[in-house]
């Protein structure tokens, strides 16, 4: 069963975490006398805040007197050239994916986690699941593309996945879910304003993106309008299930690294118009108040300190941890989805107000026997 972290794990874990980003030495105070048990409770806790390879990067910077103990130092490392390793395979594995698809006169655009990499004084410290791509209007024909030279594994309206060098490829055909339930005008206007960013950037129809949006002429990422409008609309839809500390780095790292270039005018123009304002706000206040995003470099926001101080309690320790279920029955994994998801009302209550009691009923009808914990905490309502 998970504990829930020591506050002082949790300070030391943003310490490092910050350091990494801003490449600073941490408060050597905090650290001292830290044993092997207070040094294990960090590593697993900079592990499922998505940080592991980040904070290694700050433990680093300490005295070596002030270091995890050496066994524990190498797992961090091992662990760390494991992620690097596949980063640099994943980094490979677009490459040719990408000369692929422009033998056939298709466009791919590389965006959310091994895009924002670049991003990071490190890239290959910011960790990530599956590699997304949006093909600039020609999401069909990349399909049947895909089809040729790798598995298809399963669809939706918003993208179809496939895998490809034994690495999951999700081929976006657009960027946000659309339906009644998730506030389908809403995700309507967002998802315009979006390709209308993309179209005025060049990289819809016959024009052609910028060089600032290529790395060595090959691999094309997003402009600074879209990453900031898109990255900030993923971090909500991930709100009501849960956030981690690696979701505001991307934000840290992001308006550190376009400080200047972000029409801040039209991006919170779309947030407020969608309902949405308050708690990127918060975001961004968070971001301010602890990873070390300067001020000048975020976008203007109202500060809600008890809506802050609530987000921030709930991230670095959530009141609900999924337990192992032993035997899996309908009754368990119910009971475990309604736990979960009632924790969670306030924050879907942000999100999709009013809209609630639908979201929990389409979750947990039916339920299914093969449903795993990783399951019950991604329902797949947004």
């Known amino acids: 069963m998970k504990t829930v972290p020591s506050e002082l794990a949790c300070r030391r874990a943003l310490e490092l975490t910050k350091a990494a980003l801003h490449g600073t030495v941490p408060d050597k105070n905090l650290f001292a006398g830290a044993g092997e048990k207070e040094w294990i409770e960090l590593f697993e806790l900079s592990a499922v805040q998505g940080v592991m390879a980040l904070s290694l990067n700050g433990t680093l910077q300490l005295p070596k007197d002030l270091q995890p103990p050496f066994e524990l130092k190498m797992r961090w490392v091992a662990s760390m050239e494991v992620v690097e390793k596949r980063y640099r395979y994943c980094l490979e ?61 399963h669809s939706s309206k918003k993208n179809v996945n496939f895998s490809y060098r034994g690495t999951l490829i999700e081929n976006h055909h657009t960027f946000l879910y659309h339906s009644i339930l998730r506030g389908f005008q809403r995700s309507e206007n967002l998802e315009k304003r979006l390709v209308t960013v993309l179209t005025k950037a060049g990289f819809m129809g016959e024009g052609e ?6 790395t060595n002429g090959t691999l094309l990422f997003p402009p600074p309008d ?3 409008l898109y990255v900030s609309l993923h971090m909500l839809s991930h709100f009501p299930f849960g956030i981690a500390l690696r ?32 708690v990127a706000d918060a975001f961004v ?98």
């Open 93 to 153: 594995t677009v490459e040719k994916l990408s000369a692929r698809f422009k033998e056939n006169n298709i466009r791919m655009l590389l965006f959310k986690g091994l895009s924002l990499s670049r991003l990071y004084p490190v890239p290959c410290t910011r960790e990530f699941g599956d590699i997304d791509i949006f093909l600039c209007g020609k999401a069909r024909e990349g399909d049947a593309l895909l089809e040729q030279i790798a598995d298809r594994k």
């Open 226 to 228: 879209f990453d900031a």
């Open 285 to 382: 206040s968070l971001s301010v108040r602890y990873l070390g995003l300067k001020p000048e470099d975020a976008p203007p926001y109202q500060s809600d300190l008890a809506l802050e101080d609530r987000i921030w309690n709930n991230v670095l320790s959530p009141p609900f941890f999924p337990l192992a279920i032993q035997k899996h029955t309908s009754f368990s994994i119910f009971i475990q989805k309604v736990r979960f998801l009632l924790s969670g009302y306030w924050k879907f209550e942000l999100i999709y107000p009013g809209k609630y009691w639908k979201r929990i009923l389409r979750s947990i009808f039916p339920a299914r026997k093969s449903l795993t914990n990783h399951d019950i905490v991604n329902c797949e309502f947004i």
């Open 247 to 278: 979701h505001f780095c991307d934000l840290t790292v992001l308006f550190t690294a376009y400080k200047g270039k972000i029409d801040f005018s039209q991006y919170r123009e779309a947030l407020s118009e969608a309902g949405l304002s308050r």
């Open 209 to 214: 993106p910028a060089e600032s949006n290529r």
